[in-house]
Nanobody, 124 residues
């Protein structure tokens, strides 16, 4: 049973930056993908960024050029650097393990393990 714990959420002004981290109890290199999803009130959970075990990254169009996902296979941590934040980035952010190797952001239902989430709030 993989346990994922997110940290680093909080509040920021538009244009600012935040860094999210996710610690895993298991070897993250064993997962097809590690990903960040987010869910705003009243909206469906959406994929934000993912990285597969070979290291290929995928981003939602809405965050390309602003967010960067990375992983540390030794420390078993996943990181999301978020720059040029916008109010529409406000959501609960979740770390997830699982996915489909070459379609990591296909669907949230592809992921079997989730963290508890960390809130990100961006004010204008």
């Amino acid at each position: 049973q993989v346990q994922l714990v997110e940290s680093g959420g909080g509040s920021a002004q538009a244009g600012g930056s935040l860094r999210l981290s996710c610690g895993s109890s298991e070897n993250i290199h064993a997962s097809n993908c590690m990903a960040w999803f987010r869910q705003a009130p009243g909206k469906e959970r959406e994929g934000v960024a993912a990285i597969n075990w070979p290291g290929s990254t995928t981003y939602a169009d809405s965050v390309k050029g602003r967010f960067t996902i990375s992983k540390d296979n030794v420390k078993n941590t996943l990181t999301l650097e978020m720059n040029s934040l916008k109010p529409e980035d406000t959501a609960m952010y979740f770390c997830a393990a699982g996915g489909r190797l070459w379609a990591c952001l296909r669907a949230a239902s592809d992921y079997g393990f989730w963290g508890q989430g960390t809130q990100v709030t961006v004010s204008s």
